[in-house]
């Protein structure tokens, strides 16, 4: 079962190290929750940054490299990097499909993110397979759900429901955060145990 708490553990037994692990991955996840909305709400009212708003997206997964390369190494980093760029395409041509209407391209772009969810539920699992396949992919699946409608609902104008829909993708992006760092503290606090030596 996933932990649905803003922090898996508590505050005061987490080491300084620890905390900051857990803050990083805060910090990631939270950035792309807020710089999605501003995009769709850009695309919206055909604001002038647009542009800023999405060169600030595609900036993030170059952001979380030096912190994903410290506990995962290089290689997975580079393969982060390129899940995220992946669902950040996905999701600007989801809303810019959803904003003009094209149907056919909304479905398209729509089981991009799919897609995504599986490929990405996947590689957490095989950073640390104690961990469960199918929470990973529970996690990613809402989170672009989630995605899916806030697009509809700034688009379409209900921007009261919008308030209410954006507290609770910070909560699940807190929870997304919890879980990555959780599997990053745990590829350093479970070192190899070393055979007893024979005196």
């Given at each position: 079962m996933i932990d649905n708490s803003n922090t898996a553990v508590p505050n005061r037994c987490l080491a300084p190290g620890n905390m900051y692990v857990i803050e990083q991955f805060q910090r990631h996840i939270l950035d792309l929750a807020v710089w999605s909305r501003a995009f769709i709400?850009?695309?919206?009212?055909?604001?002038p940054n647009i542009g800023d708003i999405y060169q600030r997206l595609l900036n993030e997964p170059n952001d979380t490299h030096e912190?994903?390369?410290?506990?995962?190494?290089?290689?997975?980093a580079n393969k982060y990097e390129n899940l995220l760029i992946r669902l950040i395409n996905c999701f600007v041509l989801l809303a810019e499909a959803m904003h003009i209407n094209n149907v056919q391209q909304a479905n398209e772009n729509y089981q991009c993110l799919i897609k995504f969810t599986d490929d990405i539920s996947t590689f957490f699992y095989e950073l640390n397979p104690l961990t469960n396949l199918d929470d990973w992919r529970e996690l990613f699946r809402e989170y672009v759900d989630m995605l899916y409608r806030e697009i509809y609902t700034i688009i379409s104008g209900n921007f009261i429901g919008d308030i209410e829909l954006f507290d609770s993708i910070m909560e699940l992006s807190y929870r997304i955060a919890n879980h990555i760092s959780q599997t990053a503290i745990?590829?350093?606090?479970t070192p190899a145990i070393k055979p007893a030596t024979s005196v």
């Open positions: 709400i850009a695309l919206k009212f055909n604001l912190i994903m390369s410290t506990f995962f190494g290089e290689d997975n745990s590829s350093i606090q």
